[in-house]
């Protein structure tokens, strides 16, 4: 087709894929140009991103494009929030680029917390506090004396760090800054207060971007190995979940009371709202609710729960025993199994980082009183029943913080294939659930560039364009009585 064609890179936690994005008959369509495992390496005790591997992956998968389709116009990077890399003076990337799970971080919440007072960071920054966030990597990294703030002049997020290996250019995206807890909600402004009595460099921290800005062409030399020409960089939602969000197929964008929200739903689920604007108050601190920064200004509140992470890592395990199963035979046995024979806390501590997730789950089990899953099905759908009990909690918790009732849940992104998981969502939280579409980062991503480029007017028309797009599968409400039943029994275990 003439259309022009637009190049999603989106990183997640466990893969990465460059997806083609066109118009044609009026739709949007998405096609898969290369896809790519993201595992995390360990340098010494250190986990950190693979970011060459990522980088020569991303540059496969721009080469496939470039020979795929003529007339490609923009691309753009989204990944996950709250990682970043330093740069000093000299554009030389400064100390290891970190995952977000790497031990550094236990405890620091609290150290932190004795610097500035929980509810002075929270007011300042509207954020969700987990151990995960740049705020406490960064403290982390004084505490411990890491020459590299010392040098650094720059920090960029991931999508960012990535804009900056494709264009030679910096720039920090609003969206994924807003992850950091070191942005103010109101302002999209840094916190210029906590900057300061935490010690942090003050010169890092540059201006931020509005998404669909753009940074100019791809450098010579990516051009060049690439074969792409003259492509231009136009930044999309950086932050996936802000991404995925823009992709929810829902009718009222941003409103004052929501009466829906969504579960993108990956390695995390990110169960929410969109809002006009932040909600900082002292309920939503204690019920440890966040407000990142979606597009052009929206807010969404929500809360991070651990999602997909424990099913995938449960497969990782058995793959390394040799007794791996496929995605769908997961699924399939999970279906078959015995319901609520094991309750497991997703977001427990046990199941951050666990060097083995199948013994994690065993020795959970046992701490808590439970028997150990007796046979793979149990322990696949104690992974997904557990998140749905999350699911129900925090539908609750969003409904007491909007103060309204939430009619419907959209669910996004790769879990809403997982047919198991939404019908059970909608028999937990009582609610229709409406799931899909699957690729709804990339979707998201591909708007803004059209945004960008000026071949769609404004958001709410890309929003359009991606709900007349794509699929939808509606689940109703089955079996509520016995969810509620396992759900009082589990509460008073
Ligand atoms: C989802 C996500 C979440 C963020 C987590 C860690 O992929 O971006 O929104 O809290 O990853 O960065």
Redesign the pocket.
């Known amino acids: 087709s003439s259309a022009s064609t637009h190049l999603a890179i989106d990183l997640?936690?466990s893969s990465g894929r460059v997806m083609a994005g066109f118009l044609e008959n009026n739709q949007l369509k998405l096609a898969e140009c290369h896809r790519f495992v993201n595992d995390p390496v360990f340098i010494q005790q250190s986990m950190q991103w693979n970011v060459h591997g990522l980088w020569s992956e991303i540059q496969n998968g721009l080469r496939k494009a470039a020979n795929e389709y003529k007339n490609i116009r923009s691309a753009g990077v989204d990944?996950?929030?709250?990682?970043y890399a330093l740069l000093d003076d000299q554009d030389l990337v400064a100390g290891p680029i970190r995952h977000?799970r790497d031990a550094r971080t236990r405890g620091m919440m609290q150290r932190a917390w004795e610097i500035v007072p929980r509810d002075q960071i929270f007011q300042a920054t509207g954020l969700q506090f987990?151990e995960?966030n740049t705020l406490f990597q960064l403290v982390a990294a004084r505490l411990n004396h890491e020459r590299s703030l010392d040098v650094a002049n720059g920090m960029l997020l991931m999508g960012d760090f990535f804009h900056w290996l494709l264009t030679g250019q910096r720039s920090v995206d609003v969206t994924?800054a807003s992850?950091t807890q070191l942005l103010d909600p109101r302002t999209q402004q840094w916190s210029t207060d906590l900057i300061r009595r935490f010690n942090l460099p003050p010169a890092i921290f540059r201006d931020c971007i509005q998404p669909g800005t753009s940074l100019g062409p791809i450098q010579t030399s990516v051009a060049e190995t690439t074969g792409l020409g003259n492509v231009e960089v136009i930044v999309p939602a950086t932050?996936?979940?802000a991404s995925a969000v823009i992709a929810v197929p829902a009718k009222n964008f941003a409103p004052e009371k929501p009466d829906w929200c969504y579960i993108?739903s990956?390695?995390?689920s990110?169960m929410g709202c969109e809002l006009s604007h932040p909600l900082v108050n002292e309920r939503c601190s204690e019920l440890n609710f966040?407000n990142?920064g979606g597009i052009h200004g929206s807010t969404r509140l929500?809360k991070?729960i651990c999602?997909l992470w424990i099913f995938q890592q449960i497969r990782k395990s058995l793959d390394r025993r040799g007794a791996a199963e496929s995605w769908d035979e997961m699924v399939a046995r999970a279906s078959e199994a015995a319901p609520f024979s094991l309750y497991l806390d997703p977001d427990d501590d046990a199941f951050v980082a666990p060097s083995d997730m199948v013994d994690a789950v065993i020795g959970y089990a046992a701490r808590t009183g439970q028997h150990a899953p007796e046979n793979n099905g149990v322990l696949y759908r104690s992974a997904l029943e557990g998140l749905v009990f999350r699911y129900r909690d925090c539908l609750t918790m969003l409904e007491s913080l909007v103060e309204h009732r939430i009619e419907v849940i959209h669910i996004v992104g790769g879990g809403s294939r997982n047919k198991l998981l939404c019908q059970m969502t909608a028999d937990a939280c009582d609610r229709p659930v409406v799931a899909g579409p699957v690729e709804a980062t990339a979707a998201g991503n591909v708007v803004v560039q059209m945004l960008g480029c000026g071949e769609i007017n404004n958001i709410t028309e890309a929003r359009q364009l991606i709900s007349n797009s794509f699929g939808t599968e509606h689940y109703l409400p089955k079996n509520t009585e016995t969810w509620s039943e396992a759900a009082s029994r589990f509460a008073s275990q």
């Open positions: 997640g936690a990944t996950w929030g709250v990682d977000y987990m995960l994924n992850t932050h996936d979940t993108s990956g390695t995390w990110l966040t990142e929500l991070n999602g």
